[in-house]
């Protein structure tokens, strides 16, 4: 049963242009958001939050929205780098505790040059 | 301020032996958690604890595996008799407190069991 769904596990953008990324969740309870980037052999690196009670989170190029009617949340990058290329993880957590997450399969972004 | 530590990075066990992996939380952070990442796959959380106490093991596979965070010293995740399947990446992330506030997470373990 996967609560936490990245459907495409890849995207690339040119650099410059917007980069989104999707998840979709299916537990009504999930009261708090994240993304995490990952590079190969290192471990997650958080990137940005949101809370259940909020539509829009922003913090410089990241933008984090969620739309809780669609159980929808995506993350936009812009302008999009060559630094960004990562895999990226939506991440939920329920009640709060937000150590204990239920992840997405990650999606792995390619900005070309 | 070091991040979460882990070691060792790599771990070649065979078949039947125990692997011990090592977690050293962020100074500060009272809250230690533990994920497993198969190939190809998300992140799966196995374990939280505290200080001294296990407070949410319910990714914890019933067999073999276990954890510990004693009072002095790092988080521990043994799992013992290792089975090739066991061969994945394990991380570790602490936070300062249980409630809205991200996780950090170290540089991972990863066990190859041949």
Known sequence: DQQVKQNSPSLSVQEGRISILNCDYTNSMFDYFLWYKKYPAEGPTFLISISSIKDKNEDGRFTVFLNKSAKHLSLHIVPSQPGDSAVYFCAASEGGNTGKLIFGQGTTLQVKP | ?114
């Open chain 2, 1 to 114: 301020n070091a991040g979460v530590m882990q070691n060792p990075r790599h771990l070649v066990r065979r078949r039947g032996q125990e692997a011990r992996l090592r977690c050293s939380p962020m100074k500060g952070h009272s809250h230690v958690y533990w994920y497993r990442q198969l190939p190809e796959e998300g992140l799966k959380f196995m374990v939280y604890l505290q200080k001294e106490n296990i407070i949410d093991e319910s990714g914890m596979p019933k067999e073999r595996f276990s954890a510990e965070f004693p009072k002095e010293g790092p988080s521990i995740l043994r799992i013992q008799q290792v089975v090739r399947g066991d061969s994945a990446a394990y991380f570790c992330a602490s936070s300062i407190s249980q409630k809205n506030t991200e996780a950090f997470f170290g540089q991972g373990t990863r066990l190859t069991v041949v």
